[in-house]
């Protein structure tokens, strides 16, 4: 395999190398307060057979890749929720079993590797919470420096799970847009890799994954993938792990792939409808989807539409009662991003074809914020000292 960068604005090519991050070109036109111009694709050129290897679709080779087993996560065959919802074909794919438990590790797992390909030892970043945890983590593993930029709301199980990993953490007084800005302007002026999500084209590269394992793991593509999106590079990254198997004549059609953001954080969704992104302040109990400006909002949004796409909302309240209902019925404990997901599925059901296989991505391993969970459920106020209080 052969790869290369396009700008996913005006096409151009490059060659990859690390100082590269966004077009040249395309990035002078950068306004305020928007998602990020001349976002950087990595394109393949070869060929392959069904058994392929994942990793060999990617643009790093495996000597470099950090030692954590990061991918490969299970796909549930949820049967009391098929049986329930009479859709037989329903999976979930649960990306909170990955080493810090979210889907971040795919995209620092291909971070990790590039650094360590050109011998860059320091890693920067801001994060909601889990890119963070998830480069510090598989920095750790890689034994790579890892200096992160968290906004002070950030959940507190996120913040103690990067210090653990050994991070240089500075809390942000401010939201995830202004940390996004302090970490672009630490790595350029102390060098050293960024791993800002849309900004390093590895982020989403290596997001793709998700649906070449989905491919393997299904024998075929799924016909709806159900996502949560904040800066849209899972979507994105979903989009470019199909669009390198339609290339390589491996599928046929491009699932139909569906976008879930919050009520109150839906920059996407109206920038769809509108044409054009608009900051206003955000808030949701999803704090993994709370964002702003979509860094990768053009270009997520040009996916959407061509390949018709969908994109919805769901509140707050159904998202807290869409995590209670997918930990009571399945097993599976998803952060409130990852419920997100399931809320949408939930919601579009009486539209849904019932034979169609149809895949809920699980983002994040419940426990990373136990506060937003506690809302969904009644913790018993009551303390008994013995069984006669109960019987
Ligand atoms: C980051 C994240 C998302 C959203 O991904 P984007 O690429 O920002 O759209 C969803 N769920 C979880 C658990 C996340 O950590």
Request: charged letters at 20%; proline letters at 5%; one cysteine or more.
């Given at each position: 395999?052969?790869?290369?960068?396009?700008?996913?604005?005006?096409?151009?090519?490059?060659?990859?190398?690390?100082e590269?991050?966004?077009?040249?070109?395309?990035?002078?036109?950068?306004?305020?307060?928007?998602?990020l111009?001349?976002?950087?694709?990595?394109e393949?050129?070869?060929?392959?057979?069904?058994?392929?290897?994942?990793f060999?679709l990617?643009?790093?080779?495996a000597?470099?890749?950090?030692?954590?087993?990061?991918?490969?996560t299970?796909l549930w065959e949820?049967k009391?929720?098929?049986?329930?919802?009479?859709?037989?074909?329903?999976?979930?794919?649960?990306d909170?079993?990955?080493?810090t438990?979210?889907?971040?590790?795919r995209?620092?797992?291909?971070?990790?590797?590039?650094?360590?390909?050109?011998?860059?030892?320091?890693?920067?970043?801001?994060?909601?919470?889990?890119?963070?945890?998830?480069?510090?983590?598989?920095?750790a593993?890689?034994?790579?420096?890892?200096?992160?930029?968290l906004?002070?709301?950030?959940p507190?199980?996120?913040?103690?799970?990067?210090?653990?990993?050994?991070?240089?953490?500075?809390?942000?007084?401010?939201?995830?847009?202004?940390?996004?800005?302090?970490?672009l302007e630490?790595?350029?002026?102390?060098?050293?890799?960024?791993?800002?999500?849309?900004?390093?084209?590895?982020?989403?590269e290596?997001?793709?994954?998700?649906?070449?394992?989905?491919?393997k793991?299904?024998?075929?593509?799924?016909?709806?993938?159900?996502?949560?999106v904040?800066?849209?590079?899972?979507?994105?990254g979903?989009?470019?792990?199909?669009?390198?198997?339609l290339?390589?004549?491996?599928?046929?059609?491009?699932?139909?792939?569906?976008?879930?953001?919050?009520?109150?954080?839906?920059?996407?969704?109206?920038?769809?409808?509108?044409?054009?992104?608009?900051?206003?302040?955000?808030f949701t109990?999803?704090?993994?989807?709370?964002?702003?400006?979509?860094r990768?909002?053009?270009?997520?949004?040009?996916?959407v539409?061509?390949?018709?796409?969908?994109?919805?909302?769901?509140?707050?309240?159904e998202i807290?009662?869409?995590?209670?209902?997918?930990?009571?019925?399945?097993?599976?404990?998803?952060e409130?991003?990852?419920?997100?997901?399931?809320?949408?599925?939930l919601?579009?059901?009486?539209?849904?074809?019932?034979?169609?296989?149809?895949v809920?991505?699980?983002t994040?391993?419940g426990l990373k914020?136990s506060?937003?969970?506690?809302?969904?459920?009644n913790?018993?106020a009551?303390?008994?000292?013995?069984?006669?209080?109960?019987?």
């Amino acid at each position: 395999m052969e790869f290369n960068y396009s700008c996913s604005q005006c096409s151009k090519t490059f060659a990859i190398r690390p100082e590269l991050t966004l077009c040249p070109d395309c990035s002078k036109n950068q306004a305020e307060d928007q998602p990020l111009s001349g976002v950087l694709e990595v394109e393949l050129h070869g060929a392959a057979s069904e058994g392929f290897d994942v990793f060999d679709l990617l643009p790093v080779e495996a000597e470099y890749f950090p030692p954590a087993p990061v991918g490969n996560t299970p796909l549930w065959e949820p049967k009391n929720l098929r049986e329930h919802t009479g859709f037989h074909r329903l999976f979930i794919k649960d990306d909170g079993a990955n080493p810090t438990s979210s889907f971040k590790d795919r995209a620092s797992f291909l971070v990790s590797a590039f650094a360590k390909k050109f011998d860059i030892q320091d890693i920067a970043l801001a994060s909601t919470g889990n890119a963070g945890s998830s480069m510090a983590g598989i920095g750790a593993a890689a034994g790579q420096a890892i200096t992160l930029f968290l906004p002070e709301a950030a959940p507190a199980a996120k913040l103690v799970q990067a210090l653990q990993y050994g991070a240089t953490v500075y809390r942000v007084k401010g939201n995830y847009d202004l940390a996004y800005d302090i970490s672009l302007e630490f790595s350029q002026r102390k060098g050293g890799m960024n791993r800002n999500t849309a900004y390093n084209p590895m982020t989403i590269e290596g997001k793709k994954t998700v649906s070449l394992e989905l491919f393997k793991q299904l024998g075929q593509a799924p016909d709806v993938v159900f996502v949560s999106v904040g800066d849209g590079c899972i979507l994105s990254g979903v989009y470019k792990g199909f669009r390198d198997l339609l290339q390589l004549g491996l599928i046929s059609t491009m699932p139909k792939i569906i976008g879930v953001q919050a009520e109150n954080s839906s920059a996407m969704c109206r920038a769809l409808a509108t044409g054009r992104f608009e900051a206003v302040p955000t808030f949701t109990v999803a704090d993994s989807i709370c964002v702003d400006v979509p860094r990768n909002g053009f270009h997520a949004l040009a996916q959407v539409k061509k390949f018709k796409g969908s994109l919805m909302t769901v509140s707050d309240e159904e998202i807290i009662q869409a995590q209670a209902k997918l930990s009571a019925s399945t097993g599976l404990f998803t952060e409130p991003a990852g419920a997100a997901a399931f809320a949408g599925f939930l919601k579009t059901l009486p539209e849904l074809d019932p034979q169609a296989s149809i895949v809920v991505l699980a983002t994040g391993n419940g426990l990373k914020d136990s506060e937003a969970a506690r809302r969904g459920i009644n913790v018993p106020a009551t303390l008994i000292t013995s069984i006669d209080d109960i019987l």
